[in-house]
T-cell receptor
């Protein structure tokens, strides 16, 4: 069924600190995707997280800034490190539900950096 | 990598009229084309999708058409209702089953 629980739903953080976002899926999935959605904008893929290997980052995103963990087939975390106000966005995880049912998203984390 | 363009960026229609949103993609290997609806403050929700072996797909008031030769696909909403007002995103899968999204269309349905 691939229902995703994402937390926290929102947070206000001080610049220079880090925030870890968690996604838990109710079934095993091979790949988990992390997106950023800046205010009023589209979704931009940050990285693809595979269990047992390092995440694959898209152009413009680096591991030092957005470290990702994928300890098993149902869970992943994204950390936003050394935050600045420009990191204020909604962060979403996504998985393929399989069986041709398409990709679904977590409820998102609205991050505000002050 | 894949590049998806979406038009128009905003669309206003009278209730009951039809709405059409168009997208083009660049990677001829892309084979999956979903459409998402995102209401304010909510996650994107899949409303319809089409795969490259099909030219058209319908689900009640919404339909999607795909032209692989021209590398474009479109969303059609008929008999629009105020609750159709939202931002709509098209997307396409390139390499690695990654979705690349269009820039979005803000649809407003006037009662």
């Amino acid at each position: 069924s691939a229902v995703i629980s994402q937390k926290p739903s929102r947070d206000i953080c001080q610049r220079g600190t880090s925030l870890t976002i968690q996604c838990q899926v109710d079934s095993q999935v091979t790949m988990m995707f992390w997106y950023r959605q800046q205010p009023g904008q589209s979704l931009t893929l940050i990285a693809t997280a595979n269990q047992g290997s390092e995440a694959t980052y898209e152009s413009g995103f680096v591991i030092d800034k957005f470290p990702i963990s994928r300890p098993n087939l149902t869970f992943s975390t994204l950390t936003v490190s050394n935050m600045s106000p420009e990191d204020s966005s909604i962060y979403l995880c996504s998985v393929d539900r399989g069986l041709g049912r398409g990709y679904t998203f977590g409820s998102g984390t609205r991050l505000t950096v002050v | 990598g894949e590049n998806v363009e979406q038009h128009p960026s905003t669309l206003s229609v009278q209730e009951g009229d039809s709405a059409v949103i168009k997208c083009t993609y660049s990677d001829s290997a892309s084979n999956y084309f979903p459409w998402y609806k995102q209401e304010l403050g909510k996650r994107p929700q899949l409303i319809i999708d089409i795969r490259s072996n099909v030219g058209e797909k319908k689900d009640q008031r919404i339909a999607v058409t795909l032209n692989k030769t021209a590398k474009h696909f479109s969303l059609h909403i008929t008999e629009t209702q105020p609750e159709d007002s939202a931002v709509y995103f098209c997307a396409a899968t390139g390499s690695g089953d990654k979705l690349t999204f269009g820039t979005g269309t803000r649809l407003a349905v006037r009662p």
